[in-house]
């Protein structure tokens, strides 16, 4: 392979490589490189693709385990490969999970000046996020391109980035001074450790989920910063069973919420003081058991927006629903699987009883709900 000193494209996507031959940076001319593996012992170092000044497209790193020295990451040189990502295609560093066990550190693809998209998988050992994933050159601006991040172990500054997806982390942690000015998406599963979340952390954020978050117990925005998240529409909790609190003056701090979804968290208790945003349109409670038994509290008359209203899986003693606890605007109500739910309005419920076991959809009249409600359906 040493000897083929002309060779512009090299193509390993779907051959069982174990390790790059040795003395790959003598391919000065080579274009293409789909894989670039790094053995245990023997092969190429990562340093050797600080020879390759014309690689470009879309490259893979795979054994980042096996670097024994952070100076043959710098060595790389990454960030003078500014034909790599120009046609659109990502840099993905990928471990199987089997491989993983020792890799500690990531190489310096902070300084890639067309670095849109970076996929980081089963590092489970990642420890930290040092100045290598960065970059050494402290002149030019770290990931200046990233749009999106699905990252599985740390969590690096950058400023441009607009999504983030981070899973599976059991030691996930925000720095106090920590800010992504631009993240439009944030995804956050499985991660444990997490007990709160700032919401102050991301201005510019649309839409959060975060799903089976075990240990996680309230989102905050601080009223004494000022914070006010504009664009923030859609969160989704799901599977959060500890979660607790929503941002206290949330009414205020997020003016744009329009949907809202709160599912299988059971220790919920209660809206924040003030209610919900004005603007929420959907508002669906699934299996917050502890929530739904205060629904009486749920102040949802100043929410003169809200059209969708969806209560599940509630097994506490929820007998009855005053219809007057739900403002004008409602159009569609969702009760499903409500087993003590026994009346409406303060109106018996036996006349639509058997409805309730057949999936059945209910038009209801005018005397029985408020202006412009146009459909009951109810589910059991």
């Not at 970076?118 to 420890?127: K, P, R, T, W």
């Not at 959907?282 to 100043?302: M, V, Y």
């Not at 409406?344 to 057949?358: D, R």
Request: net charge negative.
């Amino acid at each position: 392979m040493r000897r083929l000193i002309n060779l512009r494209h090299l193509d390993t996507t779907s051959s069982p490589v174990k390790e790059m031959l040795p003395q790959m940076c003598n391919l000065k001319q080579l274009q293409t490189l789909t894989d670039f593996v790094l053995g245990e012992r023997t092969g190429s170092s990562i340093s050797e693709l600080g020879d390759l000044q014309q690689l470009g497209g879309k490259l893979r790193i795979f054994g980042l385990q096996n670097i024994d020295n952070v100076q043959d990451v710098l060595k790389a040189n990454l960030r003078e490969k500014a034909n790599l990502n120009d046609d659109g295609d990502e840099i993905l560093l990928i471990e199987e999970e089997e491989e993983s066990e020792y890799c500690l550190l990531l190489p310096a693809v902070g300084q890639l000046p067309s670095l849109r998209e970076l996929s980081v998988e089963s590092f489970h050992a990642l420890e930290r996020i040092g100045a290598e994933f960065y970059g050494s050159d402290s002149s030019i601006t770290p990931f200046q391109s990233l749009e999106t991040l699905s990252f599985n172990g740390g969590l690096p500054h950058c400023d441009s980035m607009e999504t983030l997806e981070i899973e599976l982390c059991t030691k996930l942690e925000f720095p106090g001074n920590y800010r992504c000015a631009s993240l439009r998406k944030l995804k956050i599963e499985a991660c444990d450790s997490l007990s709160s979340l700032s919401l102050d952390y991301f201005p510019m954020l649309k839409k959060l989920v975060l799903w089976e978050c075990r240990n996680l117990e309230s989102l905050t925005c601080s009223k004494e910063t000022g914070t006010v998240l504009h664009y923030l529409g859609s969160p989704r909790l799901v599977f959060c069973k500890n979660f607790k609190s929503l941002p206290d003056h949330m009414h205020r701090l997020l003016p744009s919420l329009t949907f809202m979804e709160l599912s299988t968290c059971p220790n919920i208790e209660s809206f924040p003081e003030g209610g919900l945003p004005s603007k929420l349109d959907e508002l669906l409670s699934i299996k917050c058991r502890k929530l739904e038994a205060q629904h009486k509290h749920w102040d949802l008359q100043g929410v003169t927006s809200l059209r969708t209203l969806n209560v599940s899986d509630c097994d506490a003693v929820l007998d009855s629903f005053p219809m007057g606890l739900i403002p004008s605007s409602i159009a569609s109500f969702k009760l499903h699987n409500l087993p003590h739910l026994k009346s409406l309005n303060g109106s018996p419920f036996s006349v639509l009883h058997p409805l309730i076991n057949y999936h059945w959809f209910a038009v209801v009249s005018s005397s029985f709900c408020p202006k412009k409600f146009c459909s009951l359906l109810l589910t059991g």
